[in-house]
């Protein structure tokens, strides 16, 4: 069963670059890397979607190395806005685990 | 307006009794999905269902139930066996169910408090 580790929280200011690492040891052959934006009392919504090496989106970048067992999601030049919680979730065939999500708070 | 709906957004119930949480979706979604959410501890799965009158146990599914008789709607039911069923509730759908890797839709979730 794949279990998720993330870091608790992570301050940044704006205008920065911000990398959120997940760690994910036994992720499966089959298994995707998704990962998404809550905002307090909202539901999560998606931000992106790797399974190896690198996506880009017009908000966003993951990066997951040959080994697939962690995953990187960059935010580049942060605003106030972007202050929420990000989760990252590894699903497959027999898989659906959220990590525990990750608080960035972005200061001006 | 495509999306997923859940109501009410904040419910209270005395302890002992059964409470029904609402889900709709109308983006004609084959799976959807229930998830508890409690502070500092992520989204957990208690079920999902990839298809009409089909549904399978999550993580957590010990004090819930579910139905699944129309594609549009996922209600839970949180019973009286549940421990602590005061956590906000979150509701999805995603083309493809477990397996197919797809973006999955959320609502606005439903905060249940029992007093």
């Known amino acids: 069963l794949a279990k998720t580790t993330q870091p608790i929280s992570m301050d940044s200011y704006e205008g920065q670059e911000v990398n959120i690492t997940c760690s994910h040891n036994?992720?499966?052959?089959?298994?995707?890397i998704t990962w998404y934006q809550q905002f307090p009392s909202q539901g999560p919504r998606f931000i992106i979607q790797?399974?190896?090496t690198k996506v880009t989106n017009e908000v966003a970048s993951l990066f997951i190395p040959a080994d697939r067992k962690s995953s990187t999601l960059s935010l580049p030049r942060v605003s106030l806005s972007d202050t929420a919680v990000y989760y990252c979730l590894v699903s497959g065939y027999s898989t659906l685990t959220f990590g525990k999500g990750t608080m960035l708070l972005v200061s001006p | 307006d495509g999306g997923i709906t859940q109501s009410p957004k904040y419910l209270f119930r005395k302890e002992g009794q059964n409470v029904t949480l609402s889900c709709e979706q109308n983006l004609n979604h084959d799976a959807m999905y229930w998830y508890r959410q409690d502070p500092g501890q992520g989204l957990r799965l208690i079920y999902y269902s990839q298809i009409v009158n089909d549904f399978q146990k999550g993580d957590i599914a010990e004090g819930y139930s579910v139905s699944r008789e129309k594609k549009e709607s996922f209600p839970l039911t949180v019973t009286s066996a549940q421990k602590n069923p005061t956590a906000f509730y979150l509701c999805?759908?995603?083309?493809?169910?477990?397996?197919?890797?797809?973006?999955?839709?959320f609502g606005p979730g439903t905060r249940l408090t029992v007093l």
């Open positions: 790797g399974y190896k």
């Open positions: 036994n992720i499966a052959t089959n298994d995707y």
């Open positions: 999805a759908s995603s083309i493809g169910g477990q397996g197919s890797y797809n973006e999955q839709f």
